[in-house]
């Protein structure tokens, strides 16, 4: 359950548009409402590990996991893209 409150709350502020949003105030908002799609897939590649006895804590997963590693990069560039270009 908490996994989809994360992601529903993740989407509202990427896909916000109010004058208090991050889309608002920079053109490049494309980057920034994909940034949703990195985070779902980490999300449940969490999830599959911890039904197949994998889990382990957060810092450790962010340290030695490569999909996690490589989905937080696409996440940060996508990210920047969206803010800085």
Known sequence: ????VVVTGYCLWAFDTTT?????HHHYITPIRLTVVPVVLVILHI???LES?????????VLTDRTVQCLGLV???????????
């Open 47 to 49: 999830l599959r590990l």
């Open 1 to 4: 359950m908490t996994s989809s």
């Open 75 to 85: 996440w940060a560039a996508l990210f920047i893209i969206g803010v800085y270009a």
């Open 53 to 61: 006895g994998e889990g382990a804590s957060p810092e450790d997963l």
């Open 20 to 24: 208090t949003g991050l889309s608002f």
